[in-house]
């Protein structure tokens, strides 16, 4: 696990997409996860920075986002399809064709999530999986308790988690109790994950799933057995981790490395 710990969010967000450029320039062809929520918005910014000015093209990439509300059409404005088009797939030159969403507004839910872990088993895996986390230690909508071999299916939202993200609704009883989201086994199945967190109501979250047992309570700290899991951070997020200044040590030792 490499563990970055930026100046603030501007940084933290400049270095998640120059991980992200770095292996796009390597693999054009990158199957790439995406991730929703206030986070890696940043992040969308800087590579639509980059595409426009020439440095980046994703004429050749395929996407699969993490997950998708029950109940919102993809043109409702605080579904994850609006989203993801509004902060990034309009400022590229993405493929439609190659964007892949979790439906959250269809009858068989069962059967679409089956389709969606084939789609990604067609697309040859996931190359890099973009994730973010919520207060209660969740990735993607995989609550505190979720199996940690669990495929993508339909999950019920905890209270916090509806809370967290009532601010984005006129009324927290609009949020939607229930998501599509792809479970901890498919994630773990991506060949790189990159996790962002910033601000110190991540702070506790981020130091049990870096430093803390591993445990269904706390899904994100599953990734303690990825054998490529990067996580950036900003200052605040990096607070209450005991060996942050051992994280810095790491990081300034690698770059050392590089320049020689």
């Not at 206030?38 to 996407?63: A, C, Q, W």
């Not at 969403?101 to 088993?121: H, L, M, Q, R, T």
Request: some cysteine.
């Amino acid at each position: 696990m490499r563990v970055i710990i930026s100046k603030n969010y501007e940084e933290m967000s400049k270095k998640a997409a120059e991980i992200v450029a770095e292996r796009l320039r390597k693999k054009p062809d990158l199957v790439l996860g995406l991730a929703t929520g206030s986070t890696p918005v940043g992040m969308y910014k800087e590579l639509i920075r980059m595409h426009k000015e020439g440095n980046l093209d994703f004429s050749k990439v395929k996407t699969f986002n993490l997950d998708e509300y029950c109940g919102l059409s993809p043109d409702h404005p605080q579904s994850y399809h609006y989203f993801m088009w509004e902060n990034l797939f309009n400022h590229i030159n993405i493929n439609p064709a190659n964007v892949y969403i979790p439906s959250g507004d269809i009858e068989n839910v069962e059967a679409f999530c089956k389709w969606y872990e084939e789609k990604i088993k067609e697309a040859g895996g996931i190359d890099l999986q973009v994730l973010g986390i919520g207060r209660d230690g969740h990735i993607g909508f995989n609550e505190p308790g979720s199996s940690l071999t669990s495929r993508t299916r339909i999950k019920t939202l905890t209270e916090e988690t509806v809370e967290d993200n009532a601010r984005f609704f006129e009324k927290k009883e609009d949020v939607p109790r229930y998501a599509v989201s792809m479970g901890l086994g498919t994630i773990m199945e991506a060949k790189e994950c990159l996790l962002l967190a910033n601000g110190a109501n991540k702070a506790e979250a981020i130091q049990k799933a870096i430093e803390g047992p591993v445990s269904a309570s706390i899904t994100a700290s599953l990734l303690q057995f990825h054998p490529r899991a990067i996580f950036i951070l900003d200052e605040e997020a990096s607070k209450n981790l005991k060996r942050r200044e051992y994280y810095r040590y790491v990081e300034r030792m690698a770059q050392k490395l590089k320049e020689r």
